[in-house]
């Protein structure tokens, strides 16, 4: 995937997310989830059990939504990743991302989704004021 550098440094950066699911009808709700990033595959590997109320969410409805911020009060350092993709079960290699990421993991059962990105837009005022990189995945 040739998502910019400055994106993937973004992320990289971090390791919590703000996820925000729907039901068909509409319902909305969010949650923070710890991820690992599969820079090949634009995908954030996070856990979940699919008996939450966002998994059972999920499970009703694939298309996702999630956001990455920077906690600043100083306007020429905000920085914040807009994210929409799908959620989808974990691949088996995923679980071996997740672990590099997050090593005491490696005990736990693991319940683990992929949000496979579609698009992510990066808000970065340190490139100037509302400075924004988009990346589109390519269809």
Request: proline share 3%.
């Given at each position: 995937?040739?998502?910019?550098?400055?994106?993937?440094?973004?992320?990289?950066?971090?390791?919590?997310?703000?996820?925000?699911?729907?039901?068909?009808?509409?319902?909305?709700y969010c949650?923070?989830?710890f991820y690992?990033?599969?820079?090949?595959?634009a995908a954030f590997i996070f856990t979940?059990?699919?008996?939450?109320h966002h998994g059972q969410m999920m499970l009703q409805n694939?298309?996702?939504?999630?956001?990455?911020?920077?906690?600043?009060r100083t306007v020429g350092k905000v920085q914040g990743l807009q994210i929409t993709g799908q959620a989808v079960e974990a691949r088996d290699s995923d679980r071996l991302t997740?672990?590099?990421?997050?090593?005491?993991?490696?005990?736990?059962?693991?319940?683990?989704?992929?949000l496979e990105a579609k698009?992510?837009?990066?808000?970065?005022?340190?490139?100037g004021f509302g400075k924004k990189l988009i990346w589109q995945k390519e269809e």
């Open positions: 995937m040739n998502v910019d550098k400055k994106i993937k440094s973004f992320i990289s950066k971090h390791h919590v997310l703000t996820l925000a699911t729907s039901t068909l009808g509409g319902e909305p949650c923070n989830c690992a990033y599969d820079a090949e595959s979940t059990d699919s008996t939450t694939r298309s996702v939504a999630a956001s990455i911020v920077l906690e600043t997740y672990i590099k990421a997050f090593p005491y993991a490696a005990v736990a059962d693991l319940s683990l989704w992929r698009m992510m837009k990066l808000t970065d005022n340190t490139l």
